[in-house]
């Protein structure tokens, strides 16, 4: 509107300049000139030509009518006040335009400096929230490599238990006989390699989960410092920007200056901060929940096995027990039927002695009885003699008899009992091996086993 309405007095002061120049000035002159029918005063003289010599070498100029010197002299006040009215005009023209111009400038300027300020805040704001994810993320990042580390050594830690469960039992295969039996023990042991192999897929899962986490994480990491580096910069240059004055002596009127308009939109621009802000709590949160997971599974998996493990241990160690147990008491009765061996072979001897003294007594009677056989006619009467020596015969032939059933059932009894403390002997001979397997291979072997539980 200023400067309609300055091209407006603009239009008007040229139109009255013209109006004086081409009507009043013009037309006064030509009121106060005098026409060609009218005489002068004194005709007009040529002026003297410097140099001209002869008898019109110089003659004196006519004398001005008084009407044509007031004409001239009214036609040039008049145009005087006309000039100083349009210089008046036009300084005020001049004056109103660079006020205008100067308000307008100041205007731009101060605009522009707002949103100067007002871009210099947003960044700032953008790039506080990318450089607190890219710091969360950095210690996310530093988390997972320590999860990662002692994933690993888990994983390593677990070969030994795992090694040293099927060692055991391999070790306990060797066992024979009657001890080759499917004991508590034996569960055990393969429940715990079960365990053991069940943790570790766990752990190894877990440990690839947080290898793909910690790549995820620093390329977003990666992406959250590009884009620091880049507001960064952009705050340089903002802060530069508004530091420039027009006195500042960087600034200079560029010719011919053409700005291609910047490719990014400020909407594009916010869209791009948010995505990438929303991909950094993501990852974030991903980040915990594989911490708390696998931090969960260490801590389980460490627990399950030392129970475990602390099972098998008491179950071997009952095992032990029972074996040692058994294997006293064979050892004593071992010893009886060693002492009872001893005895029945003194009795057989006793009896064998018996048996052989009453083969004296017998053959004494039979003689006896045979000789009186000789007795001639009516003497071979049946006495007392006889009787008492058929008596005699009878009972040293049952008593041999019974001896010699004793004899021989103190001999069937003597190979009993040498084949009952030979099977003993062999029975304690397996559960010394048993022994020796379960108590001094198979626990000192996991006596070297240590759970950690992280």
Known sequence: MALLARDRRVASSEFTRDYYRSSSAPAALAARTPTAREQPYAPAVPPRVPGQVGGDAWSPAPPINPAVWRASHSAKMHDARAQISRGERTREENRRA?????????????????????????VSFWRDEVSTRYSSLDRDAADLATLRDRLMK??????????????CIAIRRGRQGVEEV????????????????????ALQRSLDDTQKQIRRVLSCRYHLEKNVQDKDGAIRVEEETRRLTTTAPPTDIIHGQTIDPSPVSVDWWKDTGVKLVERADHEHELSVQVLAVSEDILVAAGRHLKERLEHTDLCLATRVKDTRYAKTLLEEHHAKLV?????????????E?????????????????HSRRRRPNMERTRDEVEAALLKEVEELELTISRLSSAAEMTRDQIQKIKSTRVSLQHDINLKAKTLLLDEVEVLGLRSSVKIDTH
């Open 154 to 167: 888990a994983l390593h830690l677990y070969l030994r238990p795992l090694e040293v469960a099927r060692r």
């Open 339 to 351: 002492e009872e061996e001893s005895q029945l072979e003194k009795s057989l001897v006793e009896v």
């Open 353 to 369: 002695d018996q048996l052989e003294a009453k083969r004296g007594p017998l053959a004494l009677a039979q003689t006896r009885l």
């Open 182 to 201: 499917e004991d508590e023990a034996s569960t055990a042991l393969r429940q715990e390699v079960q365990e053991l192999l069940r943790c570790r897929d």
């Open 98 to 122: 660079c006020e205008e111009t100067e308000q307008l400038t100041a205007g731009h300027q101060q605009e522009v400096e707002r949103r100067l300020q007002d871009r210099l805040c947003d």
